[in-house]
C-alpha cells in the first residue's frame, strides 16, 4: 500500500550534478530507512545510500564525498544530491522506503558520460 514515485534521473556529463527525489505516498504508518540502490547493466545491485530517522547515514565507499542522502519527513521524500559524477555512476537508482515492510520505487535511471 506504498508507492514510491522517483524522479530526477537524466542523462549528464562527467563531473556534472544530479538530484534524485523519491515520494512515498499511500497508507504508512511509520517511515524508518529510506534509501537508494543502484544496478548497473553486468552488475548486482548496491547500496548507495541510506537515511535514518533520526537522520543517521551510510554511504557506499564509491560515492562518499560526492553523494548526499537527505530526507524530508513531513513530505516522506528522500533526496539524493550527486556531484562529481562519474561515468561508473551510470545505472538504474532505485529509492527504498522501510515503513513496517520494505518498498521498492521502479527505478530512474541516470546516463553519466564521459
Known amino acids: 500500500q506504498v508507492q514510491l514515485v522517483e524522479s530526477g534521473g537524466g542523462l549528464v556529463q562527467a563531473g556534472g550534478s544530479l538530484r534524485l527525489s523519491c515520494a512515498a505516498s499511500?497508507?504508512?504508518?511509520?517511515?524508518?530507512?529510506m534509501g537508494w540502490y543502484r544496478q548497473a547493466p553486468g552488475k548486482q545491485r548496491e547500496l548507495v545510500a541510506k537515511?535514518?530517522?533520526?537522520?543517521?547515514?551510510n554511504y557506499a565507499e564509491s560515492v562518499k564525498g560526492r553523494f548526499s542522502i537527505s530526507r524530508d519527513n513531513t513530505k516522506n521524500t528522500v533526496y539524493l544530491q550527486m556531484n562529481s559524477l562519474k561515468p561508473d555512476d551510470t545505472a538504474l537508482y532505485y529509492c527504498?522506503?522501510?515503513?513496517?515492510?520494505?518498498?521498492w520505487g521502479q527505478g530512474t535511471q541516470v546516463t553519466v558520460s564521459s
Open positions: 527504498y522506503v522501510n515503513a513496517r515492510f520494505e518498498f
Open positions: 499511500g497508507t504508512i504508518f511509520s517511515i524508518d530507512v
Open positions: 537515511i535514518r530517522s533520526g537522520g543517521s547515514t
